[in-house]
Each structure stands twice: as structure tokens, then as C-alpha cells.
């Protein structure tokens, strides 16, 4: 299997063209290549940590969206590839910090880095890979260096607002929202930006774009949430219940404990900590799935993919806007 057919099969889009393909696939190696290099310090050991997760895998969602982005213009401009790359240091770099906010022991199947190490060098690594996304970004001119500074201080403000919580009173699925607007969306949507305005696309479909990387980034989210509950591990090749083992009240939860029903004072109490053991996780799926709470964040999973279909609307018909819109039903799909 090729670069582009796992990065695309993982992310569900469909590279059905043969020219769309092989210019994505190209894309990929040289996105590869620099992510490699960018990251090599005459320090060895910040080398050997900066590549720690970079090797461990990932289906390169954010540059693969950026470079799709730039096939509504010219893809193979270099800055194309820089600003796919600068993205993706970026989310790489928040994974580190992420894992030791989270404890995290493991991550894409390898050891976190807090757990190889410890979280000084993960925080560390998380610093040095923000750093050579700041050196990038600013061969790609002041605009784009804004873009990526405003980003920046969306993903920051995403993640104090959900360490932070709701306010009293405070409507806690609008809270989850924004949080998964800011913490997953506003990255995909900086991704597909810079694909469209570094390829030459007219403003207003740039725009699109990043409207479209907005609203399936968080969607990918929903998605992820309702299939932690909602499906075997036999089918989803995830352990259900991550989320309640973490503690982490997501989409279908909060719908849930909206609802006034006999269960729900359990629920209540089981979703107030983490769950330790699996009689408890298997109880919490099995009273969430008796809910409602699923059937509505699916009604709002598929909210999200027509306003990502609304989107492409804007942009001209081709393979790409095709693979983008195969990508929309794809994300309501894989949760059913």
C-alpha cells in the first residue's frame, strides 16, 4: 500500500483519480522528507525526541487536507509543502504537551515520550518542534505567520477552556463544542488555508476551505466520540469506553445526562470520576447506549457533514472536491 492510500484510508478519503493520486502521493514523500529534516539538531538526543512520535505513525490528516486544498490551484508550489509540514509540527508538538496534561502512558501504540523519558523532555520536545514551525512558517511571509500565531492561540484557549469547564450555568454542549472547534478544527482549517492560498486559489475559496476544515475536523471528533461507545472492539479496532476510563465527559454524555429518566442518577454517579474496572465501564456503556445520548450526537454528526458539503458548494468541481465531499459522508459513516 502506498504513502497516500494509507494516509487516505485511514483518514477516509478516497483518492479515486489516478492523477490525484499520484500528485498526492508525491506530496506525502516531500512533506516526509522535510518534517525529517526540519527536526535534526546537532543535539542528537533532541533529534532522537523530536522524531520519537513523528516515527510512531499517524495518518497525517492535516497535511494531507492542505495538499488536497491545493489542487484547487497550483499543488506543486513549494510553499504548499512547507505549510503542510508547519502544520503538522504543530500537531505533533501539542501531542507531547497533551500526553503529559493527560498522564498519558502510551501514544500510536508506542511509549509517550513523558513515559519513554519524562515530562521535562516531553514538554521539551513539545517547545523545540513549535520552535522549527515558527522558523518555517516565517519563510512563508508575515500573513501566514499571523495565521499560524491566531491558530496557535485557538488550540491554547480550546484546551484552558476545557481543563477550565463550563460556567455555572452554562449549556455544557455548547461548552463541547466550542472546545472541539478550537482544541481539533481550527488546525484542520488553518491546513486547508494554507493549501488553498499557497497553491493560488481565489480568496473566496480559500475561505471554503477553511470553513470545510473547520467544521470535519470537529465532526472527526463526534465521530470518534460516538464510536468509544457505540462500537464492539471487534468492529471499531478501538477498546470502547477510553473516554470513561479517562474521565472525559464527551458528546453522547452530555446529551445523555440531559435526559430525565430512571437511570440517570447512576449514570450521573458513574460519569463524575473515572472508571476503573470494567464492570463499571461496561455498566456506563450499557446505560448510555439505552439513551438518547447517542441518537442525538449522531443528529449532529450529521449536522456537521452537510455544513461541510455546504462548503464545497463554493468550490469548483474536480477530484479533489470530490475526494473532500466522499470525506463528509465518510465521517457520518464509519459511526453508524
Same mark, same amino acid.
Given at each position: 500500500m502506498t504513502t497516500s492510500e494509507q494516509a487516505g484510508r485511514g483518514a477516509g478519503i478516497v483518492l479515486a483519480d489516478p492523477d490525484l493520486e499520484a500528485t498526492v502521493l508525491a506530496g506525502l514523500a516531500a512533506v516526509e522528507e522535510l518534517l525529517q529534516d526540519s527536526v535534526r539538531s546537532d543535539l542528537d538526543f533532541a533529534t532522537e525526541a %523530536? &522524531?520519537?512520535l513523528m516515527e510512531a505513525g499517524g495518518k497525517r490528516i492535516r497535511p &494531507?487536507?492542505?495538499l488536497l486544498a491545493a489542487h484547487f490551484g497550483d499543488p506543486g508550489r513549494q510553499e504548499v509543502i512547507t505549510s503542510a509540514v508547519v502544520v503538522e509540527l504543530i500537531h505533533l508538538a501539542t501531542l507531547y504537551h497533551d500526553d503529559v496534561m493527560d498522564e498519558a502512558p502510551m501514544r500510536r501504540g508506542a511509549l509517550s515520550a513523558n513515559a519513554r523519558w519524562n515530562n521535562s523532555v516531553a514538554i521539551l520536545t513539545g517547545d523545540f518542534l513549535f520552535a522549527h514551525? !515558527? #522558523?518555517l512558517v516565517a519563510d512563508l511571509g508575515t500573513d501566514a505567520a499571523r495565521i499560524i500565531a491566531n491558530?496557535?492561540?485557538? &488550540?491554547?484557549t480550546g484546551q484552558m477552556r476545557e481543563t477550565v469547564g463550563p460556567a455555572e450555568g452554562a449549556d455544557p454542549v455548547t461548552h463541547y463544542l466550542s472546545v472541539i472547534d478550537e482544541k481539533t478544527g481550527s488546525l484542520i482549517a488553518t491546513a486547508g488555508r494554507f493549501g488553498g492560498m499557497f497553491s493560488g486559489v481565489?480568496?473566496?475559496?480559500v475561505e471554503a476551505l477553511c470553513r470545510y476544515g473547520d467544521v470535519i475536523g470537529a465532526a472527526f471528533q463526534i465521530s470518534d466520540d460516538i464510536i468509544d461507545?457505540? !462500537?464492539?472492539a471487534v468492529e471499531s479496532g478501538k477498546t470502547p469506553g477510553t473516554d470513561l476510563r479517562e474521565g472525559v465527559r464527551t458528546l453522547p454524555m452530555l446529551y445523555a445526562l440531559a435526559e430525565d429518566h430512571v437511570s440517570g442518577a447512576r449514570l450521573r454517579e458513574l460519569l463524575s470520576r473515572p472508571l476503573d474496572t470494567d464492570v463499571e465501564v461496561e455498566e456506563a456503556l450499557e446505560l448510555l447506549r439505552a439513551s !438518547?445520548?447517542?441518537?442525538e450526537a449522531r443528529k449532529t454528526l450529521s449536522e456537521y457533514s452537510e455544513r461541510a458539503h455546504a462548503a464545497l458548494v463554493d468550490l469548483p468541481d474536480c477530484p479533489a472536491r470530490s475526494a473532500l465531499s466522499a470525506l463528509a459522508n465518510f465521517v457520518v459513516? #464509519? %459511526?453508524?
Open positions: %523530536s &522524531l520519537h &494531507l487536507f492542505a514551525a !515558527s #522558523r491558530t496557535f492561540a485557538e &488550540l491554547v481565489p480568496e473566496e475559496q461507545i457505540a !462500537s464492539p !438518547s445520548g447517542l441518537e459513516a #464509519r %459511526s453508524q
